[in-house]
């Protein structure tokens, strides 16, 4: 059995505290951030927070200029594709899902965790 060495994650601390992330990040907002050399779209839904990569995959079109449904999607606002912010499935249209990113909201800020 060959063993491959799992994807090395880079820790990311946004924010102080747990309060500072909910009034820094309005819930049902869409915020680009860069973390590293990526650029990931970051959604609060409630006290729920989903990353995930910041193009669509279709025509690379920037998702944080995006919009969200009723049933946590992220429409893309180029053709209206629509993804899944939890797990980055695509729901309508024909490309790949988005790559999505572990978010852990903590006493120290909202942990987000990249390749």
Known sequence: MI???SKVMKKYTLGSSKESV????PEQSVKKIILGDKNITL???TS???AFQ???PHRGAPLYQGSLN???EIICPLHQYRFDVRSGEVKAGACP????FPTQLTDKGLEISIP
Not at 97 to 100: F, R, V
Request: charged residues 20%.
């Open 3 to 5: 063993e491959y060495p």
């Open 22 to 25: 909910l009034e820094m990040i």
């Open 43 to 45: 959604v609060r839904v």
């Open 48 to 50: 729920n927070f989903y």
């Open 54 to 56: 910041g193009y669509c």
């Open 70 to 72: 009723h049933m946590n």
């Open 97 to 100: 899902d988005l790559e999505t």
